[in-house]
């Protein structure tokens, strides 16, 4: 079955920016959407962008400035970028999967803790 | 986009039921049936896991003690036969006119 796997950069700089991969193993890369998902500390999720496995992508329009999501399919990886980062993007960074047919996430990663501080 | 309308929190005995209402616009849950529920358990940061799919699909080994409904611009999820393991934030998320996805503000669900 198919399991996503964040990297783990822990420490983020204020002003600097954010970069995370997203591992997709054991299931087609194919047809889905690939997304990054967010969730600040003792807050909700927070939906981040997504990206086609053709390439066409969509993003939150309150953090469209600062996000890339980008593909690689002949890895099975997809990556988030996130510039200018600052204390509110405090947050466990979650990779998933999103149902081409419903649109919801089937697929979870573990998630990963990012923390902005100097 | 606004994030869907979620009750903060809601509550019941064992072997109550118990609804969580989300409530969007036409732009999202009253436009398309593709609304879904996620149960996150404690401790913060533990991954959701989807229980309700396409408003009221459950996912294989989910519990038909959980169901999904919409009305509206209002989708509801009922849990039945409430168990302690139950007791879990739960979030909502809709598809958007503008082909993103946005969620609810969550639930907590504390089974007394």
């Known amino acids: 079955q198919v399991q996503l796997q964040e990297s783990a950069p822990g420490l983020v700089k204020p002003s600097e920016t954010l970069s995370l991969m997203c591992n997709v193993s054991?299931?087609?890369?194919?047809?889905?959407?690939w997304s990054w998902i967010r969730q600040p500390p003792g807050k909700g999720l927070e939906y981040i962008g997504s990206?086609?496995?053709?390439?066409?992508?969509n993003y939150n329009p309150s953090l469209k400035s600062r996000v890339t999501i980008s593909i690689d399919t002949s890895n099975n990886q997809f990556s988030l970028r996130l510039t200018s980062m600052t204390a509110a993007d405090t947050a466990v960074y979650y990779c998933?999967?999103?149902?081409?047919?419903?649109?919801?996430?089937?697929?979870w990663g573990q998630g990963t803790t990012v923390t902005v501080s100097s | 986009q606004s994030a869907l309308t979620q009750p903060p929190s809601v509550s019941g005995s064992p072997g109550q039921s118990v609804t969580i209402s989300c409530t969007g616009t036409?732009?999202?849950?009253?436009?398309?049936?593709?609304v879904s529920w996620y149960q996150q358990q404690q401790p913060p940061g533990t991954a959701p896991k989807v229980i309700i799919y396409a408003v009221s699909n459950r996912p294989s080994g989910v519990p038909d003690r959980f169901s999904g409904s919409k009305s509206g611009n209002t989708a509801s999820l009922t849990i039945s036969r409430l168990q302690t393991e139950d007791e879990a934030f739960y979030y909502c998320?809709?598809?958007?006119?503008?082909?993103?996805?946005?969620f609810g503000g969550g639930t907590y669900l504390t089974v007394l």
């Open positions: 990206i086609h496995s053709s390439g066409s992508t």
């Open positions: 998933a999967r999103i149902h081409p047919y419903y649109y919801g996430v089937d697929v």
């Open positions: 998320s809709s598809y958007t006119n503008i082909y993103t996805l946005v």
């Open positions: 054991g299931g087609s890369f194919t047809t889905y959407y």
């Open positions: 036409s732009s999202d849950v009253g436009g398309y049936d593709r």
